[in-house]
């Protein structure tokens, strides 16, 4: 099983220098409300039901859950190189707001899945931009963008899915 990623680098991080304002800013795509953590979390919750509905979508939402954990952990080597500990807070900034599963989504009939999941990214998808659009750190600019092309992937993906599974109902439902 492999990501489900688009085949173009992640630019590097490693040179930069610290800069609080910009891990601050990409904190929140890190664990919060639609962040990867989130995403990571709700992928694998709707794996396990997939499961008993069809294997193959199962896996799709388990792909799609590496690439989340790609981006998580390219946040969180950059957070830290940027200077802020990439703990499970939704901002470094605020001691008191720790991470909690009441973010994820919890689902369990496939279509429901399928909406909430791509409601998801797209949310992150609108985050994203407006990271970008205050972000003046350019390498962390082009690192929220590259995540944004995987978001846009997920997207893609999901509809097809959705479109597929509502399809294969209405065969399923004329069948009988």
């Not at 997939?50 to 294997?55: E, L, R």
Request: glycine content about 2%; hydrophobic content about 40%.
């Amino acid at each position: 099983m492999k990501p489900l990623s688009l085949d173009i680098p992640f630019p590097d991080t490693s040179h930069l220098s610290k800069d609080i304002r910009s891990a601050n800013i990409i904190s929140f795509a890190y664990a919060s409300l639609h962040s990867e953590l989130t995403a990571i979390l709700q992928y694998n919750y709707h794996a396990i039901h997939w499961a008993n509905f069809d294997k193959e979508y199962a896996e799709t939402m388990m792909c799609i859950s590496l690439a989340e954990m790609i981006h998580i952990e390219k946040l969180g080597e950059t957070m830290l190189t940027l200077g802020v500990d990439p703990v499970y807070k939704q901002s470094p900034a605020y001691p008191e707001l720790w991470y909690n599963t009441s973010c994820v989504a919890r689902s369990k009939t496939p279509q429901k899945m399928l909406i909430d999941d791509i409601q998801g990214e797209l949310n992150a998808i609108t985050d994203y931009k407006k990271m970008v659009a205050i972000l003046t750190n350019e390498t962390v600019s082009a690192l929220i963008q590259r995540i944004i092309m995987d978001e846009q992937l997920h997207v893609e993906t999901l509809t097809k899915l959705l479109k597929k599974y509502k399809h294969d109902l209405c065969n399923t439902t004329n069948d009988h």
